[in-house]
Each structure stands twice: as C-alpha cells, then as structure tokens.
C-alpha cells in the first residue's frame, strides 16, 4: 500500500514538474516580446485528403528580420523553423474549411506562403495577420515584399 502511494506521488510529481516546464519554456520564449500564436502545415493537403491534417500547434517570435517558430508541445528551447523576412512570398489568404476548423484556434486565418524554395502554411488570428504582414511590407529598403 505504501509502495503504490508513493509511486502514485512520484508519478503526479513528475506529471506537474513536466507541465510546469511547458509554462516556464513558454514564458522565456514570450519574455522577449513579439510573440503570437501561429499553427503551422509543412505538407499541403493532396487533393482528396483530409485538410484538417497535418497542423501543428506553435508560437512564433519576432528576432528582426527573422521569425522563430517554436513548436508548444516541446521542451527544445530552440526555435523549430526560421523564416527570414525577404524569403517569405504570401501566396494566399483564406479561412480555413473544412476539418481545419477544428485543427484550428476559432477565428484562425490561413496563409499559404513559399519560404525559399519550400511551401508551408501558417494560421494565426486576424489580429496577427496584420502584424505578421505589417512587419512584411516594414523590410528595409531594396529588400523584395511579397504580401498577398
């Protein structure tokens, strides 16, 4: 009885210390400032595909002429995607459809961008979006802008 009590505190224990490590990396990342939700798709959906598939949920941070995409559900204290700001072509906007409604944080806003040579989509709310693409049209000048 004592033996399955103290493996049930230590379980518990260890469950907390691990939330409590999620909130921590959270505040350490948004410490800096310029932080917003932002889910992110690598992998357009192949016609006929579920299109609710395949988005992870993120928080991305404004580092200059970079954006640094963290995954939530992670430990890593490093960002796991860079996009630099004169790579970044907006191809699209739309609200989502479909099974992404559901994949999605309500109000979410979808675009479909091409960074470099790879196509990703990111949703984030429209409040967001207007600061993602403020700071978009805000490069320096001589720097290419791709908005959408």
């Keep these: 009885m004592v033996l399955a009590l103290t493996v049930c505190g230590a379980a518990l224990a260890l469950i ?3 939330l ?3 909130g921590v990396r959270r505040r350490v990342i948004q410490r800096a400032g310029g932080t917003f939700d932002c889910s992110a798709r690598w992998k357009a ?5 579920s299109t609710g598939k395949g988005w992870i949920y993120g928080v991305a941070r404004y580092n ?3 954006i640094e995409w963290f995954r939530v559900f992670s430990y ?3 960002p796991r995607m860079v996009l630099e700001r004169d790579l970044i072509q907006v191809r699209e906007r739309r609200r989502p459809h479909g099974d992404e409604e559901l994949a999605l944080l309500p109000g979410a806003m979808v675009l479909t961008c091409r960074h470099d040579t790879r196509d990703l989509e990111l949703a984030m709310s429209e409040d967001a979006l207007t600061g993602f693409l403020a700071w978009l049209e805000a490069a320096p000048p001589g720097h290419r802008v791709n908005v959408a």
């Design 16 to 18: 907390l210390l691990g």
């Design 20 to 22: 409590l490590a999620f």
């Design 45 to 49: 959906p192949v016609a006929g595909e």
């Design 64 to 66: 200059g002429d970079h």
């Design 76 to 78: 890593a204290f490093r």
